[in-house]
């Protein structure tokens, strides 16, 4: 079970972690135009994307914050699944999404917040349903400074009953349930609160424990068809996730890991045909 989790903890090193450095990538803030399909290029946490589209500030169900970051493209998949979550959110919930980060206008290494995001199949959805949102379009400056909450008590790892609600269980089901969702990672006490639920589990399959993600939640979807240049992850073991692979998230072990200091890893080579995305 060791072995299995840091093989785990290996290939999923790829979730939001910070590591502050100056790069061509975030400081590019077009897409490019050459090519009219767009194509996700390499691994979530190595790649590129060409002909990214812009989510826009504001849908049915959803507005985005922290305009001024312009981490707002991704694969037009992505804006899609976005917009048909956030229209699930509004009819069905009577809510309003908060969107944080997708990815860059040609994807690839962020100079900070995140080491996955880069091919423009990843966005972080903030666990936060404001009334606020839910009535007017927030502000430049709310978008900037309103902060995500966490949905855990203080200093422990339960679920705060005051930030949580049974539309947070009923929109994580409604995201994982959509095919072209690979996973979402979620904090293993949310994982562990969605595993009470009494209904049917298959779903729940996705939905994968992880630190951090305590104020937001981080959707990663699958290639998108005739992107042969992407490359997905290795496979969700089987099984809905509810078990001793859940539990030791809240092992003494894993806490001492969680709290370890961090080796900076290395940044992974971007796929050749990401040099030709950087400088069209
Ligand atoms: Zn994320």
């Not at 404001?130 to 909450?149: H, I, K, N, V, Y």
């Not at 890991?257 to 030709?276: F, G, M, N, V």
């Amino acid at each position: 079970m060791k072995l299995l989790i840091f093989i785990f903890l290996l290939s999923v090193s790829s979730v939001c972690t910070s590591k502050p450095a100056a790069n061509q990538w975030a400081t590019v803030t077009q897409p490019t135009k050459t090519s009219d399909s767009t194509q996700s290029i390499g691994t979530y946490t190595a790649g590129c994307l060409r002909s990214a589209v812009s989510l826009p500030a504001n849908g049915t169900g959803y507005q985005l914050m922290r305009l001024s970051r312009e981490r707002y493209y991704g694969h037009p998949d992505l804006i899609r699944f976005i917009e048909n979550i956030a229209w699930t959110t509004a009819i069905q919930y009577r809510s309003v999404l908060l969107i944080g980060d997708l990815g860059q206008a040609r994807g690839g290494p962020m100079s900070s917040g995140h080491r996955s995001h880069q091919t423009g199949l990843d966005v972080d959805i903030w666990y936060l349903l404001s009334q606020t949102a839910a009535t007017r379009s927030l502000g430049f400056d709310e978008r900037e400074t309103w902060s995500s909450p966490s949905v855990l008590a203080a200093k422990s790892d339960a679920i705060d009953s005051s930030q949580w609600s049974l539309t947070h269980e009923k929109v994580l089901e409604a995201a994982a349930r959509m095919p072209e969702v690979e996973r979402i990672f979620v904090h293993p006490s949310v994982k562990r609160q969605l595993c009470t639920r009494k209904t049917t589990h298959d779903w729940l399959r996705k939905i994968r424990p992880w630190w951090g993600h305590d104020d937001h939640f981080h959707v990663r979807l699958k290639c998108p068809k005739n992107n042969h240049d992407c490359r997905g992850q290795e496979p969700i073991p089987e099984g809905d996730g509810c078990d001793a692979s859940l539990y030791w998230w809240f092992s003494a072990e894993a806490k001492a890991e969680a709290l370890a200091p961090k080796k900076p890893a290395p940044r992974p080579l971007l796929p050749p045909q990401c040099d030709a995305v950087l400088n069209e």
